[in-house]
């Protein structure tokens, strides 16, 4: 159960032992007494939860735990991810693993760079009031509603870049008077400026070319057959490009170029 | 938590040493690299691999004999989950053409072909689709793009000098040579890739690799490339996902032919029947497993459920006696204890220094030396930094970075890791990190060939559940490679194996027990029940009183 303890607690033999305060939280209403140290995520599990859903990649980055509170006396709606905060007293907390939320459905190939392509798909974007919710909630830090905004202007470089954190949790949606699904619009928005409006990588041509030849695979396969001696020598002696090394660095040596 | 008074002061003592290690880096001396002999020294003294208590012989299955982590060994030798006699095969559920199990990010790229070559395709995935190891990577993907430096050839010599020449030469040709075509195939699905303004893609350094070679999108390309090839799934109409629906067993037929999995339903907990002319396994890592207790940094649902199915239904294993150790993990604050530090800090020139502000050892060597390394300062050498849980580790010299790159760098070009310590109160631009080793990567796996083949007709896999492209210990940068060469290669091969190969017959579950039979004359006496499907992280206190929450149907 090494592991176990190890997950749950940070490393704590048990709470009691080791003389960790106690506080109380309430899980959807319902008093637990966890370790002040812990966050929500390993708190609930401490309390004897285990989860399905809500939980994903427990390092901030998948959006599965999204977690709103309330503190006693505020009357404000707090949010965080629940593998990111730590538990406070008489918290009042619950997670919303999934929000429904409307996506459209496209042929990316044949989508063009205009704007009026998320307005066809998501003519609910004009429903935005500019109420700034979405921005309050996220637990990213995202300005939702100003990726919404430049969605609106058709600036989808803005809205591209402005949400790039986004992690998809659908709090945004779960407080939009519009009913937007501010989500699944940046995506889009990401989409289309990736390949549509940010100049492509012309090299990416010729370095595909260059793999595929018959120069490049014939050297390979010489490789391929050499002995782990002459590998060795091959390896050891390779030229490395220094760190600091600006962009137009070329090696001395051309050898398997 | 912000940090102590204590290890606030011995930052003091990383700023003191900080501005001679800065003047050496702007003269371009290095760290020296560690000598080959020293490397291999290092190795069997303290990389967690090495350490014989650490395993044990397989008893059972066709990889019998061979010597791998006991957390593993546990696996395999464990009942299934079901009763094979008390399943009725005659009542199918759902039929697909294709049937991938693992929706990450290898899985999803085999829908996404598999689905463009004509199959209807049906994605079964424990968790969320994309709750996976892939959404988690954050340093790159390496391609050689740039020709006038770089080519697979070196990459090819990159990777197998990085997993000590044991990789599979044909897997590794097939890797490094679709590697550009990949990051082309990313770029024009909408990928953001970190970009000059002509479009030339930036490219960085990583441990073990001899030119500029990462691709990134900030520091979360993993989530940027999931989230895009997944939303690329949503639009196909011939692909199904069944979230939250892991297999807990493959299904072969009469022929002795992969013919499908039986999936189960986590939170209606009814198992169902999946008959598919040709299967894709992508079930990804092990990290959950917390091989010799280490923490990890992989998702909830890595606990190694595809090495489990393929090995009992005959799929032998290869290079799996190895894991990958992240030489950087989070083990301050507690709290986010075991969380990925990308290695692409080291690779635009953050040192790893020690409690008295030296630097100890080259910052990019291959995983397993750096590792080895650190285990080394903290455990032979007494330097390591103690955490205010008892814990030790190194400091990550994260500052330096705006030293010499410009104000705002660390903000800019890592901006996940900057939120996620900003919540505890620590500004990386102004202070190191504490880290330690975690288990990251399972090198090995089941053994499969460059078309995605295993040696069952009709069961194909791709990623982190397959061994051999990868040799003893992976590179930066060829994971995320991994996932979507592979992944793209088995959805092919998958589709076409569907067209004219498939062999249908009656369903059958004999091969799982004929395992139970292997392992009850073994001797092996156990009520251990895999796969896994999901860690248990419970209050031992609290579980001991739940009496009847870990009952399984076995």
Sequence with gaps: ?257 | MPYTEELKSLIKVVEKTRPQRLARKKRGEEFPKMPPDETEAILKKFHPDYKEEGRRELKVGPSKGYRIAQEFADLLEAWSRLEPDGIDLSRVDIEADVLIIGGGGAGTAAALLAEQSGARVVMATKLRHGDANTMMAEGGIQAATKIEKDSACVHYIDTLGGGHFKNEPELVRTLVTLAPEVVRWLEGLGVMFSKFPDGRLHTQHGGGISRKRMHSCGDITGAEIMRTIRDEARNRANITVLEFSPAVELILNEHGHCAGAILYNLETEEYLIIKAKATIMATGGCGRLHIQGFMTTNHYGATADGIVLGYRAGVKLKLLHTVQYHPTGVVFPEQIEGVLITEKFRGVGANLVNIDGEQFVFEREPRDVESSAIIRECLEMGKGVPTPAGKLGVWLDSPMIDVFMGEGTVEREFPGKFIVYRRFGIDIAKEPMLIYPTLHYQNGGLEYNARGETSIPGLFIAGEVSGGVHGENRLIGNSLLDVLVFGRIAGESAADYVRDKTREGRLSLQHVKDYHRELEASGIATDRVAPMLLPDYANPEVREKQLTAHHVNK
């Design chain 1, 1 to 257: 159960m090494a592991v176990n303890k190890r997950e749950a607690t940070g490393g704590k033999k048990n709470a009691e032992a080791e003389k960790v305060k106690l506080i109380p939280v309430y899980v959807m209403g319902k008093k637990y007494m966890v370790p002040e140290t812990l966050t929500i995520m390993k708190a609930l599990e401490y309390a004897g939860y285990r989860f399905i859903r809500g939980c994903g990649c427990r390092g901030g980055i998948c959006g599965a735990c999204a977690t709103v509170y309330r503190k006693p006396g505020d009357y404000h709606l707090r949010v965080g991810l629940a593998c990111q905060t730590v538990v406070e007293p008489e918290m009042y907390l619950t997670q919303i693993p999934f929000y429904p939320a409307n996506r459209a459905s496209y042929d990316f190939a044949q989508l063009s760079a205009s704007p009026e392509e998320i307005f066809k798909l998501y003519p609910e974007v004009f429903r935005c009031i500019a109420c700034n919710a979405c921005t309050k909630v996220c637990p990213m830090d995202v300005q939702v509603m100003d990726v919404i905004s430049a969605v609106k202007q058709g600036n989808i470089e803005r809205a591209a870049t402005l949400s790039f954190n986004c992690i998809q949790c659908g709090l945004c949606v779960s407080r939009c008077m519009g009913e937007l699904p501010q989500y699944h619009i940046m995506q889009l928005a990401r989409r289309i400026y990736g390949s549509k409006i940010a100049p492509r990588a012309q090299h990416l041509n010729e370095a595909v070319e260059a793999a595929g030849s018959e120069k490049c695979q014939q050297t390979l396969e010489e490789l391929m057959k050499s002995d782990i001696k002459k590998l060795r020598e091959i390896y050891q002696s390779r030229e490395i490009e220094p760190v600091l090394a600006d962009e137009d660095w070329t090696p001395a040596k051309r050898d398997y170029l």
